[in-house]
T-cell receptor
Framework: GESVGLHLPTLSVQEGDNSIINCAYSNSASDYFIWYKQESGKGPQFIIDIRSNMDKRQGQRVTVLLNKTVKHLSLQIAATQPGDSAVYFCAETGGYQKVTFGIGTKLQVIP | DTEVTQTPKHLVMGMTNKKSLKCEQHMGHRAMYWYKQKAKKPPELMFVYSYEKLSINESVPSRFSPECPNSSLLNLHLHALQPEDSALYLC??????????????FGDGTRLSIL
């Protein structure tokens, strides 16, 4: 299930299940969106991106959905694995090179 | 291994010290970034360099001074920092100005502690 702690929302999923991580963005002028994965002690790692002229994009085991009407972005991870445990950030670009990160969601995979 | 290299990995300094953080990339990227990240928080943009010129300064205090000596290197000079400046400092790079946004490649950061 999903819980919102004092600082970081956490999503716990069983290994092998699908995960859905949600993100609300604030700038209706944003035209480029990215999902990053950040493991403990590491910098953010690019997962997948999507431009505002699309509403869905698929990668290897990941899918990003964009709903511009409600300013909502989601990341779907198929067949979640222990190695997927990390903090996931959505990021939006509304202007030249200026990237704003969402608050992040911690994904915990239960073996 | 990340393609953006940051040194040092850890830094402890007093409030009166002067130190520098370094970042290097050899991907031919022309935009480089500094971010600050506090624990359990998202990265916050500090500076952007585009083609070796400062293009964005997010109202960062002057005790942080960025420098871009060439297209592969980015420094962050630190002086008279405060305890609240303790954080993870991340460097990133991207291809540069182009049509729409581009993904950024991040280093693993320098963990800075101010005594």
């Amino acid at each position: 299930g999903e819980s919102v702690g004092l600082h970081l929302p956490t999503l716990s999923v069983q290994e092998g299940d699908n995960s859905i991580i949600n993100c609300a963005y604030s700038n209706s002028a944003s035209d480029y969106f990215i999902w990053y994965k950040q493991e403990s002690g590491k910098g953010p790692q690019f997962i997948i991106d999507i431009r505002s002229n699309m509403d869905k994009r698929q990668g290897q085991r990941v899918t990003v959905l964009l709903n511009k009407t409600v300013k909502h972005l989601s990341l779907q991870i198929a067949a979640t694995q222990p190695g997927d445990s990390a903090v996931y950030f959505c990021a939006e670009t509304g202007g030249y090179q200026k990237v704003t990160f969402g608050i992040g969601t911690k994904l915990q995979v239960i073996p | 291994d990340t393609e953006v290299t940051q040194t040092p990995k850890h830094l402890v300094m007093g409030m009166t010290n002067k130190k520098s953080l370094k970042c290097e990339q050899h991907m031919g990227h022309r935009a480089m970034y500094w971010y600050k990240q506090k624990a359990k928080k998202p990265p916050e943009l500090m500076f952007v360099y585009s083609y070796e010129k400062l293009s964005i300064n997010e109202s960062v205090p002057s005790r942080f001074s960025p420098e871009c000596p060439n297209s592969s290197l980015l420094n962050l000079h630190l002086h008279a920092l405060q305890p609240e400046d303790s954080a993870l400092y991340l460097c990133a790079s991207s291809q540069g100005q182009g049509e729409g946004g581009q993904p950024q490649h991040f280093g693993d950061g320098t963990r800075l502690s101010i005594l």
